[in-house]
């Protein structure tokens, strides 16, 4: 069966620092990606999908970026974290050529 | 852009009582999803309706599509504790898409 991991389940950064979110994806080959950030008030919002390999599509420009070095592996980054990026970071999958996704667990990020 | 509705927001209910929670869409469905949240966690996927008039049961959850009016509804009979969180709905925003645009969820709340 397929399962989704998430790392870490929390984190607390200074603003200003780095990112690394890793999202890991388990018994399926070829998986859509998909990056959401969930805040308060403002439901589950998409930020990043990929298709394959290296193939990332964005869809609100922000200081955030995403990176697939492989297929079951999908990573949330950022240079400089803004107060603003705080929030709850949920990655899904969903079968190639399929709609229905899976979430993992999610990442609670509070940037102070 | 499509837009998704929820309504109510938010619902208290006591135990034992049936509930409804709707999901109204701005444009044409191309296929419903729901999903079922508890606070902190991922997303869990409950089901999908595709064609007008399909009707899903999910142990006493059942969900309703009406192409016509662009909505959704999510009934739960004789609600129990473990029906609490957050019910989020989702809609492919096209026709070949295979994103899905989510609403802002209804935080459902069972009073002993």
């Known amino acids: 069966s397929q399962t989704i991991h998430q790392w870490p389940a929390t984190l607390v950064q200074p603003v200003g620092s780095p990112l690394s979110l890793e999202c890991t994806v388990e018994g399926t080959s070829n998986p859509n990606l998909y990056w959401y950030r969930q805040a308060a008030g403002r439901g589950l919002q998409l930020l990043f999908y990929?298709?394959?390999?290296?193939?990332i599509s964005s869809e609100v420009p922000q200081n955030l970026s995403a990176s697939r070095p492989q297929d079951r592996q999908f990573i949330l980054s950022s240079k400089k974290l803004l107060l603003s990026d705080s929030g709850f970071y949920l990655c899904?999958?969903?079968?190639?050529?399929?709609?229905?996704?899976?979430f993992g667990p999610g990442t609670r990020l509070t940037v102070l | 852009s499509q837009e998704l509705e929820q309504s109510p927001q938010s619902l208290i209910v006591q135990e034992g009582k049936n509930l409804t929670i709707n999901c109204t869409s701005s444009k044409t469905l191309y296929g419903l999803y729901w999903y079922k949240q508890k606070y902190g966690e991922g997303l869990i996927f409950l089901m999908m309706l595709q064609k007008g008039g399909e009707e899903k049961s999910h142990e006493k959850i059942t969900a309703k599509l009406d192409e016509k009016k662009q909505q959704s509804s999510l009934h739960i009979t004789a609600s129990q504790p473990s029906h609490a969180g957050i019910y989020l709905c989702g809609a492919r925003g096209g026709n070949r898409d295979d994103k899905i645009i989510f609403g802002k969820g209804t935080r459902l709340h069972i009073l002993p």
């Open positions: 990929s298709v394959g390999i290296g193939q």
């Open positions: 899904a999958w969903s079968g190639m050529g399929q709609v229905t996704q899976y």
